[in-house]
């Protein structure tokens, strides 16, 4: 399909050292440059999937970190702004500070699930109650006034790409972290499913512990429904794009199989490819079977 061109960046890792940010991401732009030439005009879909930030302090801490990630988002705008159609972006482990309730709540959650798993009765525990009560915290660790300041950053990226304040607002992958949107590119329409896979985040030992949670795949369940709902008559989305930090084996075993059977099922996401960074690595998996493939 040559109708549409995703440039994924992942794990920038600015920080608030020098007087920008570093050479070896000028010459990826440098790189972007040269690579997109004989891409059509309002083709390109950018998706940076998360560690835009690097160990990510209090944002009073890091305000230079924040100036050196939005110099460099600047600078890629100009090369790319006549390409770029749409813009997507998802929370990584280094992009969330890691506050006082962060780390006394995430320990308790991972206990809860592991109660659960031994339990019989097996009752989902991050659900919408839990999401009523404690997404609030979460979310208060991407905010400039008590967190990294990820929410605010990220806002006044989509802001340099042409979002407008209205548009913002009204997008919960943008707002909330995650989310489900559509683009329309010559007259063909694709789905972009927007994962916070990073909220469950601790330390260095999150890997096979990382939580998704039932109240994050129930709304994104709700959101994707009523916007393949609303194209039924003119079918469904050509492309479904799903983005997240981490690899999909970054999670507890049941949180993984549930969110891999959602993105391959018809009746859920029917996705036709999962980008994620974390690993500081270019690998390209493709999972097939006789009804679906997903890379």
Known sequence: MNDI???HLSDLHI??????????LRNLISDIKSEIKHIDDKTMVLVVTGDILHQAPKYKENTKAFDNALKFFNDLYSVIKEKVV???ITPGNHDKYRSENN???VPAYRAIDNECLTSTKKTPKFDENFYKSFWKYHLDTYSKEHGSGYLELTKEIYKIFGLKDKDIKSK???????GVDTLEINSKKYCFVTLNTAWSCIDDNDNRNIIFGDFQLNKLR???RDIITQNIETNSPDLTVV??????NSFRGTEEDKLFTEMISFDGFDANVYLSGHTHDRTVTNWVNNRHSLN
């Open 243 to 248: 983005i997240g930090h981490h690899p999909l």
């Open 222 to 224: 709700t959101q994707h």
């Open 172 to 178: 919960t992958h943008i707002s909330e972290t995650f």
């Open 103 to 105: 780390q006394f709540l």
């Open 5 to 7: 061109t995703i440039l």
């Open 15 to 24: 920080d608030k050292t020098g007087t920008g940010y570093s050479r070896l």
């Open 86 to 88: 749409g813009v997507y």
